[in-house]
Each structure stands twice: as C-alpha cells, then as structure tokens.
C-alpha cells in the first residue's frame, strides 16, 4: 500500500535558523513526489514537483531533494513569513497512477519566530 | 485568472439535509478531484474526473455524488449529511491526471454537520 510519512510533526525555529523536513515513503513506482505549502485557512500551494532519486529543486529559501526512499524539504535561513504547514505527496505509477490520486503525509508545521 | 473557486467557504448543515458544494476553475483543465482533510488523516481523495462527462471513485466516495457536465465544474453533491462528513473540502484540477502537471487547489470550503 501507498503511504507518506512526514516528520517531525511540528518545528519551531528562530528567524535565520537552518533545518530540513522528511518525507519518508513507501510506493509501487514513483510517477512524481509533490511539496505544497498549505498557509491557515488556504488550500494548499504548491512548490516542487520530483521525479527521480537525485533530483533537486529551489525556489528562494527552500530546497528538495529526493532519495529513492524519502524526500527532504531544506529550508536555509528561514524568515517569519515561511511558517505554514509543509505537506508532502507522491503518485504511483501503478494503480493510483491511472486516477492523478495523491497520497498525502499529515504535514509539517513549521513556526519560524523573529 | 482565478485559478480553482470553490463555493461557500463555511456550511453549517444538519443531520440529514443535502448540499453541494460547488468548484470552477478557468485553466482549461481536463483534470479536477475533490479530497477531505480532517486532522491527523491527510488529504484523502473522494472523486475524479479525467474530462466532462467521465467520473470515477477515489478512496472515500461513500455518501457523496460528483458528475462533470463541463470542463469549467466539478460539483460534489452530499445526498444526506451526517456528522462524519464534517471536514475541510478542498477541490483540485491540473491539465491531466498523470502526474506530469501539478495540480492546484482551491481555498477549501469547511462544512460542519449538526
């Protein structure tokens, strides 16, 4: 079966302070990993699509990389306005991969403090 | 360029009554979903559309109808509320379902079941 595991849960971190998220998962054949960001009381915004083991994206502060195991969320010197909860999902190739289902983690949330 | 509107963004509902929630986008997508947060579960998807006219089950469809009369709209119809249909409804389209696109959402709408 599918599934997406995301830790830790919640991270709080001081304006400037460096960290990474995990997305660790289990999948038939990866057709793409997906990081959105998901702020309160909106939907969720994507970010990155990942294809293959080594692949890297980076838009501003964030950056992900892709194992064939897990998915790390890098975020460098992070601001205030980056505290939104991270979720991740992944589409397989078989199965789930004819119907564009997502399997989506529980999601990070990430506090950054000034 | 609206992107995905959903409509209402709050419902208050008794046990019993039906509604339907309701999801346009503009981008021409032939691709549209609905999924259901509730805390500690994820996203988990209901329905899918591939294109007007064509639907099908996602993981939880019980309790819910879609149908796809055009590509703009994505309705999802509850036929008779009940308390565990209480969640944050969130719909999704992107060009196709294969992964190749991301797919992006709407701001959700938050339904409480009296």
């Known amino acids: 079966e599918d599934q997406v595991t995301q830790s830790p849960e919640a991270l709080r971190l001081q304006e400037g302070e460096s960290s990474s998220l995990n997305c660790s998962y289990t999948?038939?054949?990866?057709?793409?990993l997906f990081w959105y960001r998901q702020d309160p009381g909106k939907g969720p915004e994507f970010l990155f699509t990942?294809?293959?083991a080594g692949e890297e994206k980076e838009k501003e502060r964030l950056k992900a990389t892709l194992t064939k195991k897990e998915s790390f969320l890098h975020i460098t010197a992070p601001k205030p306005e980056d505290s939104a909860t991270y979720l991740c999902?992944?589409?397989?190739?078989?199965?789930?991969?004819?119907?564009?289902?997502?399997?989506f983690g529980q999601g990070t949330t990430l506090q950054v403090k000034p | 360029n609206a992107g995905v509107t959903q409509t209402p963004k709050f419902q208050v509902l008794k046990t019993g009554q039906s509604m339907t929630l309701q999801c346009a986008q503009d981008?021409?997508?032939?691709?549209m979903s609905w999924y259901r947060q509730d805390p500690g579960m994820g996203l988990r998807l209901i329905h899918y559309?591939?294109?007007?006219?064509?639907?099908d089950q996602g993981e939880v469809p019980n309790g819910y109808n879609v149908s796809r009369s055009t590509t703009e709209d994505f309705p999802l119809r509850l036929l008779s509320a009940a308390p565990s249909q209480t969640s944050v409804y969130f719909c999704?389209?992107?060009?196709?379902?294969?992964?190749?696109?991301?797919?992006?959402f709407g701001d959700g709408t938050r339904l409480s079941i009296l």
């Open positions: 999948v038939s054949g990866l057709r793409g």
């Open positions: 999704a389209s992107s060009y196709t379902g294969d992964g190749n696109q991301p797919q992006h």
């Open positions: 990942l294809y293959s």
């Open positions: 559309s591939v294109g007007a006219g064509i639907t």
């Open positions: 999902a992944v589409q397989g190739l078989y199965g789930s991969g004819n119907t564009g289902k997502l399997i």
């Open positions: 981008m021409n997508h032939e691709y």
